[in-house]
């Protein structure tokens, strides 16, 4: 049983993140992604990311913690949510753009490049993948968690000539430029 599975972790996950969203990356996808979007969002956890989403986009939330979706689901009866892993997106619906804060560094490269595939696969033409990770060199796992840490040169390399790169940037979370976002469009 994974860390995500339990409502001990759930607990302890969403505390941590307490007083962290994604308003300023949502900001950014808003330059590229037109109003009233269809969006897949790849791991919701508390679901923070997916209620700032909702203003602007239609919405499908997905997490592979059966715990978070309940937990959403709680106060969200009508939202649509998925249970599905980030890798496989085992869904035959389509969408305008993935989009991902701080979850796919939770897979190893392999899986990562994997997922993009798969991504590519769910999105309509022209479709936009938006993801966010830590920056830096390095893999390690932490209470059964992988981080996988990636460099620009990581992303620009993954996204490869499947998607055209709109934005690669670092920006700051809790140290100054400790995280980078990537928008990618599908050609």
């Known amino acids: 049983m994974g860390f995500f599975d339990t ?4 607990e302890r996950y ?3 993140a307490e007083g962290y969203d994604g308003a300023e990356l949502i900001k950014i996808l808003q330059k590229h992604l037109p109003e009233n979007s269809t969006v897949l969002e790849l791991g919701i956890g508390p679901g923070k990311d997916m209620d700032i989403l909702k203003k602007t986009y239609r919405v499908t939330g997905s997490d592979n913690s059966q715990v978070f979706l309940d937990k959403y689901k709680e106060k969200h009866q009508d939202d649509d ?6 890798v496989a997106i085992q869904t035959d619906r389509k969408f ?5 804060n701080k979850v796919l560094h939770h897979l190893t490269k392999e899986d ?12 309509n033409p022209n479709g936009i993948t938006f993801h966010s990770f830590w920056k830096g060199n390095k893999v390690e796992e932490m209470e059964g968690l992988l981080f996988t840490y990636y460099e620009m ?12 790169i709109l934005a690669l940037e670092t920006y700051t979370e809790m140290e100054k430029d400790d995280s980078l976002y990537v928008a990618l469009r599908t050609r």
């Open 153 to 164: 040169g990581d992303l620009n390399k993954m996204a490869g000539s499947d998607f055209e």
């Open 81 to 86: 949510l998925l249970p599905l892993d980030a």
């Open 96 to 100: 305008d753009c993935i989009y991902s």
């Open 14 to 16: 969403t505390k941590m």
């Open 112 to 123: 990562m490049a994997k997922s993009l595939q798969r991504q590519k696969e769910v999105l």
């Open 7 to 10: 409502e001990q972790g759930v």
